[in-house]
């Protein structure tokens, strides 16, 4: 069965920093995803970045990038250089291509506050 | 401008009326989703439509029917509702739907169901 975690419940930094949040998964198939959506205080929520299990490379995107460690099963969010903009709740969620196409699960998010 | 469209944004319902949530989207994505998210709950899984046909239905009660007219609509009818049902109903959609396409995800801005 898949499983998203994310431990950190809460997060800060101040404005500048470099922030990573976590996330860590279950799955038992070869050929996934791993999305990170942002949920804005409005309720809406922001596609981020991805990264393809079959992809050994870190997956970057502006001032967010992944650190993905496969045989862990764990991946990071990095944000550089974080903003006050960058508040909000930060979902990890895992895409399974073989048996659960098109469904994402989803972590129970992070609230990230950034402090100008 | 938002590309996912979805109507009321708030709603409050009384228990056991019938309520429909609409969604549009102008992405020109051929697969559109349902998902809910429940107070202090990381987002859930309900349907997913590929070319107006239902691919997948993970709720457990009929109580949920989505209802397809034309490709970019897809909305979500709810009969007999309870307040354990309030909740944050998100569309979403992407390209395909399909265990090889790129599945992002993109997502609307949600309406959120209070029942009384």
């Known amino acids: 069965a898949q499983r998203v975690t994310q431990v950190q419940p809460t997060g800060s930094s101040q404005w500048g920093e470099e922030v990573t949040l976590d996330c860590s998964y279950e799955?038992?198939?070869?050929?996934?995803?791993i999305f990170w959506y942002r949920q804005l205080f409005s309720g809406e929520m922001v596609f981020l970045i991805y990264?393809?299990?079959?992809?050994?490379q870190n997956q970057r995107s502006g001032r967010y990038s992944v650190v993905f460690q496969k045989s862990f099963k764990s991946i990071s969010l990095v944000i550089s250089a974080s903003q006050p903009e960058d508040s909000g709740t930060y979902f990890c969620?895992?895409?399974?291509?073989?048996?659960?196409?098109?469904?994402?699960?989803f972590g129970d998010g992070t609230v990230l506050t950034v402090k100008p | 401008d938002p590309k996912i469209i979805q109507k009321p944004k708030y709603l409050v319902a009384v228990t056991g009326s019938e309520k429909i949530l609409i969604c549009e989207q102008y992405l020109g994505h051929n697969a559109m989703y349902w998902y809910r998210q429940s107070a202090k709950k990381p987002l859930e899984f309900m349907f997913s439509y590929s070319y107006q046909k239902l691919m997948d239905n993970q709720t457990a009660s009929s109580r949920f029917q989505p209802q397809s007219s034309k490709k970019n609509h897809l909305d979500l009818q709810i009969t007999a509702l309870k307040p354990d049902d309030s909740a944050t109903y998100f569309c979403?959609?992407?390209?395909?739907?399909?265990?090889?396409?790129?599945?992002?995800?993109?997502f609307g801005e949600g309406s959120r169901l209070i029942v009384v």
């Open positions: 990264q393809p299990s079959f992809d050994t």
């Open positions: 969620a895992l895409s399974e291509l073989i048996t659960n196409t098109g469904k994402l699960t």
């Open positions: 799955t038992s198939e070869y050929f996934y995803r």
């Open positions: 979403a959609s992407s390209q395909e739907w399909g265990r090889n396409s790129g599945n992002t995800l993109y």
